[in-house]
């Protein structure tokens, strides 16, 4: 597939309301048609220094991926932790991943692979994994030119969706601040009434017993508000 044609349909790859793991199988399966010598390919990310398939496209891919996790090594973790762009010419040769490749070599038909790291504000967050059956699939510039700017395109996506993550956890919280604060002054409300106090000190009987009965201050103001309400 020509680069333009590849940017064009990276493009087109709908990101709002969608889950992450929707859009990165778009990218993917992109990948693994337009990135020359490519015949399967998956999307490892980085979670406190855990790493999983986010993604994958042939199940060749998602085998040799996990196998790298139980061995603790491999190309596409190198490139996500290192973030440094690790291509595997021929798999029977290789030697900077001695077990895995062993390993490998026995369960799969992979021989070539190019691990693309996807960098995201000064770090690394995972890598673009592509592998062939063929030596050599990945020798071309035009290879290494395609992983590229398919790898930027998924640190986009990756971004984006934990950016929408964040908000959204903010708003929770926020939401969940303000209904707290909601039932503490009914609670207030009900002590001021049936004890004859002040504001202040209808608060302070809230954190005495929130103390006392080592409760939230919310839940002893909201059994308050429900014990006043049956």
């Not at 309301?17 to 859009?23: F, K």
Request: glycine content about 6%.
């Amino acid at each position: 597939m020509p680069v333009e044609t590849l940017l064009r349909e990276l493009s087109r790859v709908a990101l709002v309301g969608r889950s992450l793991t929707d859009v990165l199988t778009d990218v993917v399966t992109i990948a693994a048609r337009g990135i020359p010598g490519a015949e399967a390919a998956s999307i490892t990310l980085l979670r406190n220094d855990r790493a999983f398939t986010a993604a994958h496209h042939g199940a060749m891919a998602l085998a040799a991926d996990e196998l790298q996790y139980e061995h603790g090594y491999g190309p596409c973790m190198d490139a996500g932790r290192g973030g440094v762009l690790l291509r595997v010419d021929d798999m029977r040769t290789e030697q900077r991943w001695p077990d895995y490749v062993a390993h490998l070599l026995d369960t799969s038909p992979v021989r070539s692979s190019l691990s693309v790291p996807l960098p995201y504000q000064g770090s690394t967050i995972g890598a673009l994994n592509n592998y062939s059956t063929e030596p050599g699939a990945f020798a071309s510039p035009e290879s290494i030119q395609a992983g590229t700017d398919v790898a930027d395109a998924i640190a986009v996506a990756v971004a984006n969706a934990d950016a929408h993550a964040q908000l959204h956890d903010q708003a929770h919280n926020m939401r969940i601040a303000m209904e707290s604060r909601a039932v503490i002054e009914q609670a207030k409300g009900v002590l001021m009434a049936q004890r004859h106090v002040d504001a202040e000190q209808s608060f302070e009987i809230l954190r005495e017993a929130s103390q006392r009965y080592n409760r939230k201050l919310r839940d002893i103001a909201q059994g308050i508000v429900d014990g006043t309400r049956r």
